[in-house]
């Protein structure tokens, strides 16, 4: 049965995209190799993402992991262009259990984060997988944002460095 994965690059302060949705702030990382990614790439079975997510994603640039992966990719979206390699679906549930079926036993990637909260909210969300980069953004999209607040405890799986990068895995309690 398919976990459902939120993995993610953080900066220090707790942003995953600076303003506008902007993703360049990563380009500028050379965090060299990483052992917790290389592992978890290989045992990803599906991609499920959201509308603005996948903007970025259809580029050359923007492919996703860099292209280092292939396999299905799910988009939660109602009003987004049809693009190669990627399946559109209008519901979160119908998308989830399509990435689930796609992924077996595998992860099922959660990509942004409006996305991973939707999936927390419904009960999905299995583990958080997060990259602190050494960066400060000071403004942008939270890695969780839920106005009126939300506690959501998480139970340590590993935490490790990779260069100047630290990797927290959790799983959802």
Same mark, same amino acid.
């Given at each position: 049965?398919?976990?459902?994965?939120?993995?993610?690059?953080?900066?220090?302060? $707790?942003?995953?995209? *600076?303003?506008?949705?902007?993703?360049?702030?990563?380009? /500028?990382? +050379?965090?060299?190799?990483?052992?917790?990614?290389?592992?978890?790439?290989?045992?990803? $079975?599906?991609?499920?993402? /959201?509308?603005? &997510?996948?903007?970025?994603?259809?580029? *050359?640039?923007?492919?996703?992991?860099?292209? +280092?992966?292939?396999?299905?990719?799910?988009?939660?979206?109602?009003?987004?262009?049809?693009?190669?390699?990627?399946?559109?679906?209008?519901?979160?549930?119908?998308?989830?259990?399509?990435?689930?079926?796609?992924?077996?036993?595998?992860?099922?990637?959660?990509?942004?984060? &409006?996305?991973?909260?939707?999936?927390?909210?419904?009960?999905?969300?299995?583990?958080?997988?997060?990259?602190?980069?050494?960066?400060?953004? $000071?403004?942008?999209?939270?890695?969780?944002?839920?106005?009126?607040? &939300?506690?959501? +405890?998480?139970?340590? +799986?590993?935490?490790?460095? *990779? $260069?100047?990068? &630290?990797?927290?895995?959790?799983?959802?309690?």
């Amino acid at each position: 049965m398919a976990k459902f994965l939120y993995h993610i690059t953080m900066s220090l302060d $707790g942003f995953v995209a *600076a303003p506008g949705d902007d993703m360049t702030w990563l380009s /500028g990382l +050379r965090p060299g190799p990483n052992p917790v990614v290389e592992r978890v790439l290989g045992e990803i $079975g599906a991609v499920l993402m /959201g509308h603005r &997510t996948y903007a970025p994603a259809t580029t *050359a640039e923007g492919r996703v992991y860099g292209g +280092r992966w292939t396999g299905p990719v799910f988009v939660v979206t109602r009003d987004a262009a049809p693009s190669d390699g990627f399946i559109l679906l209008g519901d979160l549930g119908e998308a989830a259990a399509a990435a689930a079926a796609a992924a077996g036993d595998g992860y099922v990637a959660v990509l942004g984060a &409006t996305t991973a909260r939707r999936c927390l909210e419904a009960g999905l969300l299995d583990e958080v997988l997060v990259h602190v980069a050494p960066v400060l953004l $000071g403004d942008g999209v939270r890695l969780f944002d839920h106005p009126g607040g &939300t506690r959501i +405890r998480l139970e340590p +799986r590993e935490l490790s460095t *990779a $260069g100047p990068i &630290t990797n927290g895995w959790y799983r959802v309690a």
